[in-house]
């Protein structure tokens, strides 16, 4: 189970804060990375990272660089 975002906007600083709580336990404070089967291309923002996998094990990739595509390994493994 996952809970998606909500537009508090205006909202009394108690509800944000609750139901960022909420949030946190229910989504158990996990990061779910976007998993590729393709080598990073694309013009990210920096900070974006990416899960590389194919049949012989993957990679983590992670961007140096705002709004551009230089992606950088920053750890590998073999299945």
Do not use: H
């Amino acid at each position: 189970m996952k809970l998606s975002d909500y537009d508090l906007t205006g909202s009394p600083q108690e509800l944000i804060d609750a139901v960022d709580d909420i949030r946190t336990i229910i989504n158990f404070g996990k990061y779910n990375p976007q998993v590729v089967t393709s080598v990073p291309t694309w013009i990210a923002p920096r900070g974006e990272n990416v899960l590389f996998l194919d049949s012989t094990g993957g990679r983590l990739y992670y961007n140096v660089s705002d709004n551009t595509a230089t992606w950088k390994i920053v750890a590998a493994f073999l299945f």
